[in-house]
């Protein structure tokens, strides 16, 4: 089943949702207005689109004026990031922002993209970029909950079971033909979730639908449908700081841990936690507007904790602004 039609058809909003108030309109928070070129462009992870958006609208200059511009993983064919030039292809995921931005540093004539949204750490051993991280998610599987697979004393599920599901060696659960997700090719999420695995892209099954946007609960369609989400992102969805598209779905426990705690918080205690980053330039360290911006503990957006921890991300402490992580891509 392709994505589209999984989106038409699964358009249902499941009890979780309806109890947290689904319907309250969430904020409006997108790529920046038209012609509004901030000094500070970046794009990539679908995951952390939302709350680097809003960091977008919180952190400010000397003068209160908006220092990020954040451009979301999906939308029309390409983004503006500067008055003159600068119209480039618009990178879905976190390795796109990456290349992107990669590429970005290598054409010495351009300066279009400052930073990428990535969900994943570094994949080549290099010092061309820094992976500076801001916030921690984790990554849960999302089943709906008018599933078998949601059945009582069915909610959880551990590593190896999933890697046989996502391998295809397990294709029957509680009575249900799994159809198993995973998010398009070049999302962080996919990444970390295989490695978590311990699978590689080549040991995917065939059974597996490989096409879905990551975190769209509203394309599993059908009972068997499971798929890796942001636990974050969910947090975010339900609670309708952006738009809900949690569908009928819920998180399901992994290797017996919760993944968000009875607060309706991200649990960091959870099996699969991960840091999410802003990747930059390393030569770019040491501009004040990146520097002030992204590193260190201080840092306009590491002190944003409110802003984090609302988009349903836990905090960093001192660890928030590190720049040991570097890599090429």
């Excluded at 990747?279 to 004040?288: C, F, H, R």
Aim: hydrophobic share 40%.
């Amino acid at each position: 089943m392709n994505v589209t039609s999984r989106v038409r058809a699964g358009a249902v909003v499941g009890a979780v949702a309806l109890a947290l108030g689904a319907f309250a309109a969430p904020a409006a928070i997108a790529d920046p207005p038209a012609a509004e070129y901030r000094t500070l462009a970046g794009a990539g992870s679908d995951t952390t689109q939302d709350v680097v958006n809003a960091l977008g609208n919180v952190v400010l200059n000397s003068s209160n004026a908006k220092i990020i511009a954040s451009y979301d993983a999906t939308g029309s064919a390409t983004i503006k990031t500067r008055a003159t030039n600068c119209v480039v292809n618009r990178p879905n995921g976190s390795s796109a922002g990456i290349t992107a931005l990669a590429a970005d540093v290598a054409d010495t004539t351009v300066d279009c993209i400052d930073f990428a949204r990535s969900s994943r750490g570094a994949k080549t051993a290099g010092s061309t970029l820094t992976w500076i991280p801001f916030a921690k998610d984790a990554v849960s599987v999302a089943v709906r909950t008018d599933s078998a697979l949601y059945a009582a004393g069915a909610q959880n599920l551990t590593t190896a079971q999933l890697a046989s599901i996502y391998t295809c060696n397990t294709t029957t659960l509680n009575g249900v033909t799994l159809t198993p997700l995973l998010p398009q090719t070049g999302s962080g999420t996919r990444s970390f979730f295989l490695e978590k695995l311990g699978l590689t892209d080549a040991q995917v099954g065939s059974c597996v639908d490989q096409t879905v946007q990551e975190n769209n609960g509203v394309a599993l369609n059908t009972a068997g449908d499971i798929a890796p989400y942001s636990v974050a992102q969910y947090i975010a969805q339900v609670n309708t700081k952006v738009s809900d598209i949690h569908g009928a779905t819920d998180l399901i426990q992994v290797n017996s841990t919760a993944p968000y705690t009875s607060a309706f918080a991200l649990n960091t205690g959870f099996t699969f936690t991960r840091d999410v980053y802003n990747v930059v330039p390393t030569a770019k360290l040491t501009d004040a507007t990146i520097a002030s911006t992204f590193v260190g503990s201080a840092s306009k957006v590491c002190a944003a904790t409110s802003t984090l921890t609302d988009y349903g991300f836990g905090t960093l402490g001192t660890a928030c602004g590190a720049t040991t992580i570097t890599g090429n891509n």
